[in-house]
């Protein structure tokens, strides 16, 4: 092979990637800000994806080819210091918009919880007698038909002795009755800072991907 032809067949490669990247599946990963989600991108794509204490670090959308799909981080939506309601309302906004665009595209989504906060959180907004964003966010991604799971991590702050039981009140609060151990297909347990939850969610993303893209061949 001549360095001009090697030249050639590089652009080509890059090329035809390029254009497979807008037609591979997605996986898309939500969640409120600093339950995890940089962590378990971090996990899946092994890259160095910025981890951070401060809340709402990642702002854009970041996009990982993982081969068979494309990994979508999507920014932490709900509380974060210094930004306004205005501000918060426009990132759900962007996030919406994003998951309307490529609805089609959309093999499977992930949707982080903080096993600790959540319900807290929750009981807040009820007594507001308003939705919680992430249950709202669950909903839509189910009317959607886009095959949501539930990772809550962070399972570790929550004592070994009680992980039933305030399993049980997470997926209530979700719309599902107890027992938890019903929904194992749409709900994954994890802690995430040490790994546990990976390969069960990554099996999951496997199993979505890989009947988007059979569903996709006829
Ligand atoms: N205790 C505990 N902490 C965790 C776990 N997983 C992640 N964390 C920590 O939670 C913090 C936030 O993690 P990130 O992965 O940055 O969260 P994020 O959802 O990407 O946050 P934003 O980018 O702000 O939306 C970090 O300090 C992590 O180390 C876990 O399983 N248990
Ligand atoms: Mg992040």
């Known amino acids: 092979m001549d360095d001009e032809f090697k030249k050639n067949l590089e ?5 035809a990637k390029s254009k497979n990247i807008e037609e591979k599946p997605q996986v898309i990963v939500v969640g409120r800000s600093n339950v995890g989600k940089s962590t378990l991108v971090r996990l899946i794509t092994k890259k160095n994806v910025r981890v951070g204490k401060k809340p709402g670090v990642t702002l854009k959308i970041n996009k990982y080819d993982m081969g068979n799909y494309i990994l979508v981080d999507l920014p932490g939506f709900g509380f974060m210091t210094g930004l306004d309601d205005k501000v918060q309302d426009k990132i759900k906004d962007e996030i919406v918009k994003y998951i309307e665009d490529n609805k089609e595209k959309i093999a499977c ?3 982080l919880i903080d096993a600790k906060a959540f319900p807290e959180i929750v009981d807040r907004w009820d007594k507001r007698d308003e939705i919680p964003i992430d249950i709202e966010m669950f909903d839509f991604l189910n009317e959607l038909k886009l095959n949501p799971i539930i990772l809550i991590n962070k399972m570790d702050k929550i004592k070994k002795n009680l992980w039933d039981e305030h399993l049980d009140d997470i997926v209530e609060l979700f719309g599902y009755p107890a027992p938890w151990r019903q929904w194992l297909d749409m709900v994954v347990i994890g802690i995430l800072k040490d ?3 990976l390969k069960d969610i990554l099996y999951k993303i496997n199993y979505h991907v ?3 893209i059979k569903r996709n061949k006829k």
């Open 210 to 212: 890989s009947l988007y």
């Open 195 to 197: 790994g546990e939850g």
């Open 11 to 15: 652009k080509f490669k890059k090329m």
């Open 109 to 111: 989504s992930i949707i």
